[in-house]
């Protein structure tokens, strides 16, 4: 016989050979087993595997083989010595009289099910096969976005993770009472107040590992004018008027005197802004600067003022109104 010829007739056989163990593959999950003496099909126990590690697949082979091979689902990864599998993940490690062991390299979800090694004898044909079970870490996939409020609306976060074992997921307000939680994907806030603003935290975790993602709400509300500190002076004495506010975004603010605006260098005065405060500074008081004074703080949400009367000559606590 030529070459080709035998070629061809090896190939013939090995596709037979490739459709009997086909038909004498097992289905489903299975169980620990001692085997079945009758047909010599045996079943292993599982095989469970982290995701990215190595897992190696042996079975004994003994008396006189002719054909052996190994196979996952209806694809052939090694007939013998010849690899069937384009997956460079897999490879031979042992193939003798006494066993036949491949191994998958950074094994992935795609690798869990059944594998099943086939062996031809001189007597009859038997399987081994195992299943292997794939871990995942738990990884957030899917989670609200930072997000921008005002106060009394109702807010919704959501947390969604992958993994096996399917991860259980949390929520926890990052705040000093952390009395705001849920054992759920979703939290609730309704008519969220700006005490809950701030930083809140998912957590998703499996008998794998944990997996820990933040979002961020940031509520807005309009200014509320803290009441103010008055000083009486006397004239030709340096005076200062404290106007602040707490608001989200950061108030803007606008002095008046009676109900006259005042612009900074106005009769002398200076007006300064940092953060939440601003002042009013009169460097020399005179007889002129009596009157009333009034803060206003200003955002998109609204205004509040504050209203410091009599400043020149006596002590007086600001009236605060709101606009």
Not at 135 to 164: F, H, R, W, Y
Request: with cysteine; proline share 4%; aromatic share 8%.
């Amino acid at each position: 016989m030529s070459a080709r010829g035998y070629f061809d007739a090896f190939s013939r056989c090995t596709v037979l050979f490739s459709l009997r163990i086909l038909l004498l593959l097992p289905a489903g999950l299975p169980v620990r087993s001692q085997g079945d003496s009758q047909s010599d099909n045996k079943v292993m126990d599982n095989i469970t595997v982290r995701q990215g590690e190595t897992v190696f697949l042996s079975c004994a082979q003994g008396d006189i083989v002719t054909h052996t091979a190994w196979l996952n689902r209806s694809s052939i990864l090694y007939a013998g010595e010849d690899k069937w599998s384009v997956d460079p993940r897999v490879s031979l490690v042992t193939l003798n009289q006494e066993e036949f062991t491949i191994k998958i390299e950074n094994v992935d979800m795609t690798d869990e099910g059944q594998y099943v090694c086939a062996v031809q004898t001189s007597s009859r044909p038997r399987t081994t096969s195992v299943y292997i079970l794939v871990q995942v870490p738990p990884k957030i996939i899917n989670l609200s976005k930072d997000i921008v409020v005002n106060e009394g609306a109702n807010v919704t976060l959501m947390c969604q993770a992958s993994g096996k074992p399917e991860p259980s997921i949390s929520w926890k307000f990052l705040s000093p009472s952390g009395d705001l939680t849920s054992d759920d994907e979703y939290l609730e806030i309704p008519s969220i107040s700006r005490q809950r603003a701030g930083t809140y935290e998912c957590t998703a975790v499996n008998d794998i590992d944990t997996d820990v993602q933040t979002v961020d709400i940031t509520v807005n509300y309009a200014p509320s004018v803290l009441e103010g500190r008055d000083v009486g002076v006397t004239l030709g004495q340096r005076g200062v008027l404290e106007c602040e506010a707490n608001a989200v975004p950061e108030a803007d603010f606008e002095w008046y005197k009676d109900d006259r605006r005042i612009f900074n260098g106005f009769d002398g005065m200076e007006i300064e802004i940092s953060g939440s405060l601003s002042t009013l500074t009169f460097y020399n008081v005179s007889e002129g600067d009596y009157g009333n004074y009034t803060c206003v703080a200003i955002n998109k949400l609204g205004r509040n003022r504050i209203v410091h009367p009599n400043f020149v000559g006596a002590k007086t606590a600001g009236c605060v109104e709101r606009l």
